[in-house]
T-cell receptor, first 112, second 113 residues
Framework: DAGVIQSPRHEVTEMGQEVTLRCKPI?????LFWYRQTMMRGLELLIY????????DSGMPEDRFSAKMPNASFSTLKIQPSEPRDSAVYFC??????????FGPGTRLTVT | DAKTTQPTSMDCAEGRAANLPCNHS???????VYWYRQIHSQGPQYIIH???NNETNEMASLIITEDRKSSTLILPHATLRDTAVYYC??????????????FGTGTKLQVIP
């Protein structure tokens, strides 16, 4: 198995632009998580999907952030408009049943 | 969810056992103890988890005190590749398999040659 796949690995954009991060979970996993990691705040859970349905989005910082999971093999995290304070590494993780979470390699986002 | 307390950093000589402590005094009865690690710039990697009994796998051993208020992760023979930030977290399974966990600041383990 290729593990959790995220794209792009690096993204540099200007303030005000729309940014879309992508995630392909491990095949057969029914839970998907989006995290954000910064030096100041550490690793924060943004949103959790179970069977493609958003269950807990209490960590989504504000309306500029949105996440979708149109099918079991794909999820997106969109920031519109982006701001410099959104600069961080964004991780996607998936989990099957009662197992542990498997994290992807992350997307390093820089907003200038 | 229960909060955890870990030392900020630790050093360990290569080939020796690394013992990483964690306090979770407010853990509730249905919460598990999980350990993950994050090697520089990579995504966190699962190591081990347990509820009340000690656990061992190919990577590490987890010792949980009888009152469950603290635990220790043991890497039996640390190598340079074990240099990483180690996160001790507590979480629980909700219906449907939801595992809400909160990552703290972790312990930065430096393995010294």
């Amino acid at each position: 198995d290729a593990g959790v796949i995220q794209s792009p690995r690096h993204e540099v954009t200007e303030m005000g632009q729309e940014v879309t991060l992508r995630c392909k979970p491990i095949s057969g996993h029914n839970s998907l998580f989006w995290y954000r990691q910064t030096m100041m705040r550490g690793l924060e859970l943004l949103i959790y999907f179970n069977n493609n349905v958003p269950i807990d989005d209490s960590g989504m910082p504000e309306d500029r952030f949105s996440a979708k999971m149109p099918n079991a093999s794909f999820s997106t995290l969109k920031i519109q408009p982006s701001e410099p304070r959104d600069s961080a590494v964004y991780f996607c993780a998936s989990k099957g049943g009662e197992s542990e979470q498997y994290f992807g390699p992350g997307t390093r986002l820089t907003v200038t | 969810d229960a909060k955890t307390t870990q030392p900020t950093s630790m050093d360990c000589a290569e080939g020796r056992a690394a013992n990483l402590p964690c306090n979770h005094s407010t853990i509730s009865g249905n919460e598990y103890v999980y350990w993950y690690r994050q090697i520089h710039s990579q995504g966190p990697q699962y190591i081990i988890h347990g509820l009340k009994n000690n656990e061992t796998n190919e990577m590490a051993s987890l010792i949980i005190t009888e009152d469950r208020k603290s635990s220790t992760l043991i890497l039996p023979h640390a190598t340079l590749r074990d240099t990483a930030v180690y996160y001790c977290i507590v979480g629980r399974f909700y219906s449907g398999g939801y595992q809400k966990v909160t990552f703290g600041t972790g312990t930065k383990l430096q393995v010294i040659p």
